[in-house]
């Protein structure tokens, strides 16, 4: 089964500037990004939310970058390069999630108050007298 994005070309830079795009398109009031070891973080306010999304990165070590599908050693430039094929790979899918996202909420918002698009939430209960 092939994998989303696999043979993407954008970079992952891209991917984050592209995903701060949409955010801001979108009405998040916040926006934030960083890394730790092998994980990517991003994390947005939208909706009066806070979202956090971790993106574990690849062991460059792993076989499936130091080794062909037949067994064989890569070069050292090759399994760079099927390294940062991964990492693009997983921005773009990470950027797809996060304008569903987005979108999802924004829906849901303009849903809540009867067609009417808001920035918040409609409250949970109504309470009359």
Not at 2 to 9: G, I, L, M
Not at 34 to 43: K, L, P, R, Y
Not at 45 to 70: G, K, V, W, Y
Request: glycine residues 6%; positive net charge.
């Amino acid at each position: 089964m092939a994998k989303y994005a696999e043979r993407t070309e954008v970079g992952s830079d891209r991917s984050r500037t592209e995903i701060e795009r949409t955010l801001r398109r979108y009405g998040a009031t916040a926006f934030g990004y960083g890394w730790q070891n092998n994980v990517a973080t991003i994390i947005f306010e939208l909706s009066a939310r806070r979202i956090l999304f971790q993106l574990p990165m690849p062991d460059p070590r792993a076989n499936e970058f130091t080794l062909t599908a037949t067994g064989r050693e890569r070069s050292a430039a090759a399994a760079e390069q099927a390294y940062e094929q991964a990492i693009r790979q997983r921005w773009r899918a990470l950027a797809l999630v996060i304008k569903g996202q987005a979108r999802s909420r924004r829906r849901r918002n303009y849903h809540r108050r009867g067609g009417v698009p808001c920035a918040h939430p409609a409250p949970r209960r109504v309470h009359r007298r």
